[in-house]
């Protein structure tokens, strides 16, 4: 556990937390989580689930209720022809995550990337003793990874982690862009491929959420698809995660929660299963909103002189490069890095935004942008204005 560092996302929220507590008018744009309810049929599925209640043990790899409507999730986002027995649930798309290190990955393995990486990525690699090989992706080349790059770092490799949308960055892949990538990765017949897609329905511009299973069907043997309802559906703290993939990694899934969680709670399932089988209205409205959102952070961050921003197109994120401020000084105090921009931001204009540098990029930061309209305004009016202050 030595090898274990706490989240430095959740650094900062409790910093936060820690001036607003103190009486200071703080606007957050750090912690990703989508700031939205389920829709009511949720809460009546939990309601009525309680009144259910046999108080028992539920199953290791989930309700068949669950799992059938996670297959037609899947099935309605061009993932096609998946059974019970290539799911599995547990506690959040984390728990997947962790899981999957634990049945993939022995000591040593090389586990590959890119950056910048959701910072948990690192920590789960180190906590399972896996050799990272990080891929650099910097805003020059729209923080995506190319062919060539994926070509040349895979031998050697055991497990490539893959992000799309991307936290921290909102890029989203093109169709052709996929295909590209899965051309390369059928070159590498030894490499396990998961695919973190949790943001899969938050897509915007017409660009669409596609993925290697459906670009190249015989990569479905080694490919992992990790789901959940928390960003989807708003729901980040019922902690409900899927993974789809070959039976063997699967049952291997199923095992671990056998020893680990034994069962995601029977309340919650019922609110999943509603959730991913009911209306989508809340999800569909939200997405748009989500885009409107990105359109004025964007303008935003894209107006400071200097600042470089790729267009994200999914997600809730927005990673511009903010390395014009470094040797620039505010109010006397000199701006070195990305940690000491951000601590300046929230202390001087009370805006907490994430360090780049814990998600291995220092010359960036990340805004997430689900806050309500009239803070996401003020926010950036005092963000632009701390730029503007720089000398």
């Not at 049945?103 to 003793?129: C, E, N, R």
């Not at 093109?174 to 990765?185: F, G, H, N, P, S």
């Not at 030894?190 to 915007?204: A, L, S, T």
């Not at 459906?214 to 789901?227: C, F, I, K, W």
Request: hydrophobic fraction near 40%; include cysteine.
């Amino acid at each position: 556990m030595s090898r274990a560092k706490p989240s430095a996302i959740m650094a900062v929220a409790e910093k936060a937390k820690a001036l607003k507590a103190a009486g200071r008018d703080i606007i957050s744009f750090s912690i990703g989580v989508p700031n939205f309810l389920p829709g009511e049929h949720v809460y009546a599925a939990a309601r009525e689930a309680l009144t259910k209640d046999s108080g028992q043990y539920g199953s290791n790899r989930g309700p068949d209720a669950l799992l059938d409507a996670f297959i037609k999730h899947l099935d309605d986002g061009g993932l096609k022809g998946y059974g019970r027995k290539n799911i599995a649930t547990g506690i959040g798309a984390k728990h997947m995550l962790y899981s999957l290190a634990e049945a993939l990955l022995d000591p040593g393995d090389t586990i590959a990337f890119a950056v910048p990486y959701w910072t948990t990525y690192v920590d789960i690699a180190d906590i399972v003793g896996a050799e990272k090989r990080l891929l650099p992706c910097p805003a020059s080349q729209n923080y995506k990874l190319t062919p060539a790059q994926l070509d040349a770092a895979l031998p050697g490799v055991k497990l490539f982690l893959f992000n799309n949308p991307s936290n921290p960055t909102g890029m989203v892949y093109t169709k052709d862009e996929i295909a590209a990538l899965a051309d390369v990765l059928v070159k590498h017949p030894d490499v396990w491929i998961v695919c973190d897609d949790i943001y899969n329905r938050m897509v915007f511009d017409g660009v669409g959420y596609h993925n290697f299973v459906s670009a190249r069907p015989e990569l479905r043997e080694r490919t992992v698809q990790v789901d959940s309802i928390s960003k989807t559906y708003g729901m980040p703290g019922w902690r409900v995660g899927f993974i789809a993939g070959p039976e063997s990694v699967a049952q291997a899934m199923v095992t671990l929660n056998s020893n680990h969680i034994t069962n995601v709670p029977e309340v919650v399932n019922a609110a999943a299963t509603a959730a991913l089988a009911g209306p989508q209205t809340v999800t569909e409205q939200k997405c748009a909103e989500f885009q409107a959102k990105r359109d004025e952070v964007l303008a935003a961050v894209l107006s400071i002189p200097g600042v470089v921003c790729p267009r994200p197109q999914g997600a809730f994120y927005v990673f511009p490069d903010i390395s014009v401020a470094f040797g620039k000084s505010h109010d006397g105090v000199k701006i070195g890095n990305d940690v000491e921009l951000c601590n300046a931001l929230l202390e001087n204009k009370g805006v907490a935004c994430v360090p780049g540098s814990a998600f291995g990029d220092p010359n960036a930061l990340r805004i997430s942008y689900t806050c309500p309209t009239a803070q996401l305004s003020e926010g950036l009016k005092r963000f632009r204005e701390f730029f503007a202050e720089l000398s």
